[in-house]
């Protein structure tokens, strides 16, 4: 079955110490990014790639970091997570960089930094 | 990317469709019209696009206005699990890192 699958779905950690979630496609594609959802700001997206080894800033980059060694991988890396990191994030992956291609969204990873 | 609108929030009876309405009417001639939906707990989901002309497949239909300032999304028979927020996106040439621009969306409630 296609899919893009983060780990973990639940998250709750403390100021200040590192953390990365996971997210991996088994669709071959190309391109993959992260996207975080908080209420009344819809989706914001954070960081994404176009294939491996070739990232670039979204949205809203500021304490992240991310690494595409891989194609079917592409880890969200927070160095220094602080409570402004709280929220709901997914990953999403689509074959192409044309803009008119689907994108497919994980289930999502819901992060509390205390 | 062009701004969208839409209703904040609809209700339907399940079994009857349902019409999702779109204004984008500074839509440019490029702009790739397209609709996700997000069901409770999970991740925004594809549900169709299109450019000009209307466009069916096996979960909704998507009729779009001649001048393209405006589009519905229908769906043609509710159910239980359509009940979720849909969103409606411009997606044009200019999307710089193929991002998509997710405003507030239409809730659709379906009452049994």
């Known amino acids: 079955e296609a899919q893009v699958t983060q780990n973990p779905r639940y998250l709750i950690t403390v100021t200040g110490k590192k953390l990365t979630v996971t997210c991996s496609q088994n669709?071959?594609?190309?391109?993959m990014s992260w996207y975080r959802q908080d209420p009344g700001l819809g989706l914001r997206q954070i960081y994404y790639?176009?294939?491996?080894?070739?990232?670039d800033k979204g949205d809203v980059p500021e304490g992240y970091k991310v690494s595409r060694k891989e194609k079917r991988n592409f880890p969200l890396i927070l160095e220094s997570p602080s409570p402004n990191q709280t929220s709901l994030y997914f990953c999403?992956?689509?074959?192409?960089?044309?803009?008119?291609?689907?994108?497919?969204f994980g289930a999502g990873t819901r992060l509390s930094v205390l | 990317d062009a701004k969208t609108t839409q209703p904040n929030s609809m209700e339907s009876n399940e079994e009857e469709p349902v019409h999702l309405p779109c204004n984008h009417s500074?839509?440019?001639?490029?702009?790739?019209i397209h609709w996700y939906r997000q069901l409770p707990s999970q991740g925004p989901e594809y549900v169709i696009h299109?450019?000009?002309s209307n466009v069916n497949n096996r979960m909704a239909s998507l009729a779009i206005a001649e001048d393209r300032k405006s589009s519905t999304l229908i769906l043609h028979r509710a159910t239980l699990r359509d009940a979720a927020v849909y969103y409606c996106?411009?997606?044009?040439?200019?999307?710089?890192?193929?991002?998509?621009?997710f405003g507030g969306g239409t809730r659709l409630m379906v009452k049994p």
């Open positions: 999403a992956s689509s074959d192409k960089t044309s803009f008119w291609n689907i994108q497919y």
């Open positions: 669709m071959n594609h190309e391109y």
């Open positions: 790639s176009m294939n491996v080894e070739v990232t």
């Open positions: 500074t839509i440019s001639g490029t702009d790739y």
């Open positions: 299109g450019l000009t």
């Open positions: 996106i411009l997606r044009g040439i200019n999307n710089a890192g193929n991002m998509l621009t």
